[in-house]
């Protein structure tokens, strides 16, 4: 796979797994696509690691000795919030792909997976996450008190930062870029994350995590709305906030 550019430093990708065939296939690819790689075995290594580095992103087993993944993925974002993850779940473990999203994992991908596929997932978070050179007066979108800054990755509810993943930020732009626009999750994973194939309760997983930090009541949403037989619409709010 020829390796992709990078705007400034090459970013970095922490690996862990406690399988080394797995860790030096993955690591291979990532460096063939032009990435620094780091590999960790386990997950007291991967928390050391990654204060150490400061990765870019972390490809993150769930099944490790000792510490699991999830109480990795938990440590990983108490040091950083905003630090892309993609989990690596045994096939048919639902219930671990759904509880990493829920959680606020960016992406999974199932084993045995394809490399390339692994690849390019990662270099969609990387490309997403890193700041893009557009102009200033047209990367902001506004909904009220909602802010969101396309240029920056950053959204805010009035003061407040919010702690968003790659792709839930991804989610929240495409949605507020087209106000009154009905998707189906089809479209919103082909149009969103680029995603030709997949599981569709991924989308509905990030919209639930969305409305959870843009809703005044996440059960009664005004803003981001469910289309009953089709799939979501950003309604928004008038200026003051009402339906």
Known sequence: MPAAPYAGAVPTVLVVDDDPTLREVVSGYL???????????????????ARDRSPDLVVLDLTLPGLDGLEVFRGLRAERGDLPVVM?????????????????ADDYVTKPFSSR?????????????????????RSTLV???????????????????????????DLLAHLMAHPGTAFSRRELMEQVWG???????TVTVHVRRLREKVELDPARPVRLQTVWGVGYRWDGTSPTGAP
Not at 31 to 49: C, I
Not at 143 to 169: N, P, Y
Not at 195 to 201: H, K, L, T
């Open 31 to 49: 460096t063939r696509a032009g990435l620094d790689v780091v590999e960790a075995e386990d997950g007291l290594t991967a928390l050391a690691l």
């Open 88 to 104: 690596l779940t045994a096939r048919g473990e639902e219930s671990d792909r759904v509880l990493g999203l829920e959680i606020g």
């Open 117 to 137: 596929e692994l690849v390019l997932r990662i270099q969609s978070i990387l490309r997403r996450s890193a700041p893009a050179a557009t102009d200033p007066a």
């Open 143 to 169: 909904d009220d008190d909602l802010r969101v800054d396309t240029r920056r990755h950053q959204a805010w509810l009035g003061a407040r930062l919010l702690a968003l993943t790659s792709r839930e930020f």
């Open 195 to 201: 995603w030709e194939y997949g599981d569709e309760s």
